[in-house]
């Protein structure tokens, strides 16, 4: 059996589809947290998405839930692109389609490569201050003051916008579309798709070209693994599984299993 | 001047957490390992105020060189110091390969230092190997654990991982070890403190049981109820183990939230692992990459979980549950 990997082992490169048309939990706090600012301070809300025609659903989404505009990078040119290539692309994407932006919100992590390394990166390619994994945020005119518990660390950090914080999923709550919203959101969808040259990129400035790391293979933990199936009568499932597992078990238990009667029933 | 020809092998030092996380520790003895295939010295890199101690334990845990900065400055950890402190360091003797531990620090700080120097960063990595051409081969899961990527920095210097606490042992520590200290002035005029550190209070020793557990018992929604699942902690008394539990559980209440694994709560590195009526979410699963034999028990053999198991049991969780309950009493002598 041939088992479907997400990944193009001819051009190593991840294929995002598979998990596309479904919004990053992440990314859902990072959007909640936009708009309760839109609703204490007023704020004009543009979503970002890159990736292929599809993740164009996203953007509906965020439309939905109360964003003002979308943007969809989509290009074949940007496909491979590692961390580095894609804080770049969205950078030069900032910079044509909101240049006086105030804040940038970002996910923390990705579901499927989980490198949470996009939000530090564009705040470094923005070049303006950044913080990550934070879990609760209040907007004092551009003064920013956040929590966040890092590494056992419970810190209060501040800093002045323009800024860019990645929200972590434990501090808010995202909410579910109205219906109202979604029909508004299809009435008059301000989404606009944007390639490599409407950004001002060079075609070498993004995707697999201007990514320092190659995949050079992707392979399932699950797909060979030998695995033993046991079932039937639930008693003799589990006299069996001691029997042939008991060293193991006992070993981390610190504990002799040996059977002392009914060895062979 | 000591010999400053041959490559280098750099891991940051990241103490704040020393007696709770080793993985600087950790990322040493790897990096020993590692610099024997393409003859590098290791070295730690470490800031802060008054770090002697961590200096002496890097050297005793395989440095043979460290990188100090110590300056009142630098006495929290904060992220615009450090990374332009990093990016000078790098940029003036030019590491082949820098590893950092996959703290909560440490992956805001990588991914900063990365961009700046224009280089590869693989995160999380699990598996660590130098190929034949020299060059670091990084593993690292993508997809919630389900699948694992093999990435490369081909061109670029240095070649730089994230590495999960917990993937490799630190080396005992040898109080005969000596490294060379290299003592490094901080910079005249320090960056601007941009993300500015207001408060920053250790919180009460978070408890490690399940993370540091031999044998962790995990149960999901397949237990049916919260009478079914505290049927867990009972076998876990018998055995030893702790009990873990999937977000439904927690929700429902059956668990508190001590108890969550996955990447809203714990990563587990049991040597066993037993599954109950857990379906395999990939955000449950990305904390089970560290599991070493792992035992899951499931109505429907299909189920993630059961793929993952090296010995998946088709049955009622509840029912298995109470029979290993009698089983062990019977096979457990006083
Ligand atoms: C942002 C985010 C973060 C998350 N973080 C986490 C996290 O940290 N940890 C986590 O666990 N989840 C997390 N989740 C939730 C995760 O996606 C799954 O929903 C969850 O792990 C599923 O839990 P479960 O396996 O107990 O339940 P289910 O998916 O409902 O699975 C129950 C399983 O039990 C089996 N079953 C049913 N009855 C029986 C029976 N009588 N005997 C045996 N088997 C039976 C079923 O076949 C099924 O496989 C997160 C989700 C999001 C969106």
Redesign the pocket.
Known sequence: MVSELPWDSKTGALKRELAEGMMN??CKCALEAALQIKETHGAHITAVAMGPPMAEEVLYEALALGADKGVLLSDRRMAGADTLATSQTLAAAIKTVSPDFDLILCGCRT?DSETAQVGPQLAEELDIPGAADIETMTLKDDLLVMERLLDDFFEVLEMRTPALVTVS?SGYTPRYPFFTGIEDAFAKPDITVMGTSDIGLNPDCVGMKASPTRILDVYSTTANKTNVVLKGAVKRIVADLFNAYGDKIGGAMGKDLQTHEHESS | MNDETGSEIWVFGDYRNYFQNRVTLQLLAKARDLSRKISARVCAVVFGCGIDEYVAEYAAHGADKIYVVDHPGLERYQIDAYVALMERLCRERSPEIVLVGGTGFGREFAPRVAKRLKTGLTSDCIELYIDDEGILVQTAPAFGGNLMAVIVTRDRRPQMATVRPGMFQELPHDYEARAQIVRIDPPADPPPERLRVIRSDRRPQTDRKLEDARIVIC??????SKAGFRKLFELAQLMGAEVG??????YSGWANHDA??????KQIKPMVLFS?????????T??LTGAGFVIA????PD?V?MKMADVAVV??????CSAMIKELRKRIRP
């Open positions: 939990p992440a579901i999923t | 149960g999901g929604r397949g237990m049916g539990a999937t977000r439904p559980v927690v969550l694994v996955g990447q809203a709560g109950f009526g857990v379906s395999g979410a990939i955000q449950h990305a904390a028990v499931n109505k429907n189920a979980m049955a009622d969780a509840k029912q298995v």
